[in-house]
């Protein structure tokens, strides 16, 4: 069983330029959720994707936007990047079924450096 | 709003030590509690969860018990070991809605052999 996994590892950034972070569900999962966790914080909930739709979003403006793909992978956008995008991203999986959701599944995290 | 809120760190004990990691919550209704765990380099590793009040977590020889009066989910260990260090998260999630977790902001723990 294949856990969930990110791309890349590292990236760095200038402000005002645009990012695309994927991920990969753990096998089974349906359901993706993105986080954003800055130095020294815990992680802050930026949306989830159910059915290639988004069905909850955290408190970020619109210029973080998501793609869910047929096969449950991910893409984390960021336009126009601000220096306080500058944290780990942190995607997780999970499976929802019978009108609940299992355990979520956290991938290793993308480090987003905005310089 | 929902939120979580830990004790300071970081935490710094001796091997064999007891653990003790506050964590306070505020939220509607009756969320489902949670500590994660994050090893350097690593995504967050759910240690142990609790459903509801009175509920029991436990794994690994860490517990924490779902106290609804105190609105608390204090983690404990009875025994550290030099492998225990990590990032400890306290979170909470709604019972409806998406499945959004709210975390607390972390507390590093180092435990020296």
């Known amino acids: 069983e294949t856990g969930v996994t990110q791309s890349p590892t590292h990236l760095i950034k200038t402000r005002g330029q645009q990012v695309t972070l994927r991920c990969s569900s753990q096998?089974?999962?349906?359901?993706v959720s993105w986080y954003q966790q800055a130095l020294g914080q815990g992680p802050q909930f930026i949306f989830q994707?159910?059915?290639?739709?988004?069905?909850g979003r955290g408190n970020f403006p619109p210029r973080f936007s998501g793609l869910q793909f047929p096969n449950y992978s991910s893409e984390l956008n960021v336009n126009a990047l601000e220096l306080d995008d500058s944290a780990l991203y942190l995607c997780a999986s999970s499976l929802y079924s019978g009108g609940s959701y299992n355990e979520q599944f956290f991938g290793p995290g993308t480090r987003l450096t905005v310089l | 709003g929902n939120s979580v809120t830990q004790m300071e760190g970081p935490v710094t004990l001796s091997e064999e030590a007891f653990l003790t990691i506050n964590c306070t919550y505020t939220?509607?209704?009756?969320?489902?509690l949670f500590w994660y765990v994050q090893y350097p380099g690593e995504g967050l590793q759910l240690l142990l969860k609790?459903?509801?009040?009175?509920d029991k977590g436990s794994n690994k020889g860490f517990e924490a018990t779902y106290r609804k009066e105190t609105t608390s989910f204090h983690l404990e260990k009875g025994s550290v070991q030099v492998s225990d260090s990590a990032v400890y998260f306290c979170a909470l999630k709604r019972i409806q809605g998406a499945q959004k977790l709210v975390f607390g902001q972390g507390t590093r723990l180092t435990i020296n052999p």
């Open positions: 609790a459903t509801k009040a009175d």
């Open positions: 939220a509607t209704g009756y969320p489902s």
């Open positions: 096998s089974g999962h349906n359901t």
């Open positions: 994707y159910y059915r290639e739709e988004e069905n």
